[in-house]
């Protein structure tokens, strides 16, 4: 049946279902988003109006109200910089200057980037390797468990000076260094999904292999991967947002002039705040951009794999 030949009631039916759905996806996220919006504007006016009002003061401007409440909005270094300055000079960082330019975001976000992708690759081979072992040995989940869950215990602003005197020692010095930090922070949650997932399978089917004559190599490859896919993908989706902030992260005691870091940490020294938080606003879209490609990875594995 075509949409010419549905009669009105069932159009009207049609249109109002598209409809409620749109609403019932957008609208949370929409209102939430312009709540977050208001708040951070409220905040702003909060903290900037000190400020504001003793530069009028220092300058011995006459003033109002309104100029001050402007002010806040518009302070060339505030404490809390307004929406629309971020924006601005998130635009400005992206769109004002070539790309491969020291003062433009996409070329810090690309020498954040090739850290963040070599990391999880690290981190996701390791991860899947652990939860292998850990699957096939008892002995192994005894031991190794314990000392998965405690690396994870001691926070990577302590151990990444470490991680990248003690490299530097031996010769590795770079983009290799850092991805060993993001690897460090982005194995702990594929090695622990993938470890739930490869036990997923009920016992039973397990059983059910083992009186086929299957060996461990056909029972992980026809029974447990098909299993664990799903939680792969989970975790995979958190681990590449910890690889991207283990990246950000091994760039701050480097001292480095390159990445999303090295633009923190020098809008920290400087007290430039605008271009902290554009620089923190390049890593969000950055991660959801991973997090988007994972995802799209993810659909076209499932339909692979039959799955709807």
């Given at each position: 049946?075509?949409?010419?030949?549905?009669?009105?009631?069932?159009?009207?039916?049609?249109?109002?279902?598209?409809?409620?759905?749109?609403?019932?996806?957008?609208?949370?996220?929409?209102?939430?988003?312009?709540?977050?919006?208001?708040?951070?504007?409220?905040?702003?006016?909060?903290?900037?109006?000190?400020?504001?009002?003793?530069?009028?003061?220092?300058?011995?401007?006459?003033?109002?109200?309104?100029?001050?409440?402007?002010?806040?909005?518009?302070?060339?270094?505030?404490l809390l910089?307004?929406?629309?300055?971020?924006?601005?000079?998130?635009?400005?960082?992206?769109?004002?200057?070539?790309?491969?330019?020291?003062?433009?975001?996409?070329?810090?976000?690309?020498?954040?980037?090739?850290?963040?992708?070599?990391?999880?690759?690290?981190?996701?081979?390791?991860?899947?390797?652990?939860?292998?072992?850990?699957?096939h040995s008892?002995?192994?989940?005894?031991?190794?468990?314990?000392?998965?869950?405690?690396?994870?215990?001691?926070?990577?602003?302590?151990?990444?000076?470490?991680?990248?005197?003690?490299?530097?020692?031996?010769?590795?010095?770079?983009?290799?260094?850092?991805?060993?930090?993001?690897?460090?922070?982005?194995?702990?949650?594929?090695?622990?999904?993938?470890?739930?997932?490869?036990?997923?399978?009920?016992?039973?089917?397990?059983?059910?292999?083992?009186?086929?004559?299957?060996?461990?190599?056909?029972?992980?490859?026809?029974?447990?991967?098909?299993?664990?896919?799903?939680?792969?993908?989970?975790?995979?989706?958190?681990?590449?947002?910890?690889?991207?902030?283990?990246?950000i992260v091994?760039?701050?005691?480097?001292?480095?002039?390159?990445?999303?870091?090295?633009?923190?940490?020098?809008?920290?020294?400087?007290?430039?705040?605008?271009?902290?938080?554009?620089?923190?606003?390049?890593?969000?879209?950055?991660?959801?951009?991973?997090?988007?490609?994972?995802?799209?990875?993810?659909?076209?594995?499932?339909?692979?794999?039959?799955?709807?």
């Amino acid at each position: 049946m075509t949409s010419s030949s549905l009669t009105l009631p069932a159009r009207r039916a049609t249109f109002f279902a598209a409809r409620n759905a749109i609403v019932e996806r957008y609208v949370p996220v929409a209102t939430m988003v312009l709540a977050l919006i208001a708040i951070w504007y409220v905040a702003a006016v909060a903290m900037n109006w000190t400020l504001v009002r003793d530069g009028f003061e220092r300058e011995e401007t006459p003033y109002t109200v309104s100029d001050v409440l402007a002010g806040t909005m518009d302070a060339e270094r505030p404490l809390l910089p307004a929406p629309h300055q971020v924006i601005n000079a998130f635009v400005d960082g992206v769109f004002g200057y070539p790309p491969l330019a020291p003062r433009s975001l996409i070329y810090h976000s690309l020498v954040t980037l090739s850290a963040t992708v070599l990391g999880f690759i690290l981190g996701a081979l390791f991860g899947i390797a652990l939860a292998l072992l850990i699957v096939h040995s008892r002995v192994l989940e005894r031991s190794l468990l314990p000392w998965i869950i405690c690396s994870q215990m001691v926070p990577v602003l302590a151990l990444a000076p470490i991680f990248i005197v003690v490299l530097g020692a031996v010769g590795l010095q770079g983009l290799l260094p850092k991805s060993i930090i993001s690897a460090y922070l982005c194995f702990f949650p594929i090695a622990i999904g993938m470890v739930k997932g490869f036990t997923s399978p009920d016992p039973l089917q397990i059983e059910l292999m083992r009186t086929w004559s299957a060996t461990s190599r056909q029972v992980l490859w026809k029974l447990r991967w098909p299993s664990g896919v799903p939680y792969l993908f989970a975790s995979l989706k958190v681990a590449i947002t910890i690889s991207l902030v283990g990246a950000i992260v091994a760039e701050l005691p480097t001292g480095g002039e390159a990445g999303i870091g090295a633009r923190l940490l020098s809008g920290s020294y400087y007290g430039q705040t605008i271009q902290l938080w554009a620089a923190l606003v390049a890593a969000a879209v950055l991660a959801s951009a991973l997090i988007g490609i994972v995802g799209l990875i993810e659909r076209g594995v499932n339909r692979r794999m039959g799955a709807h």
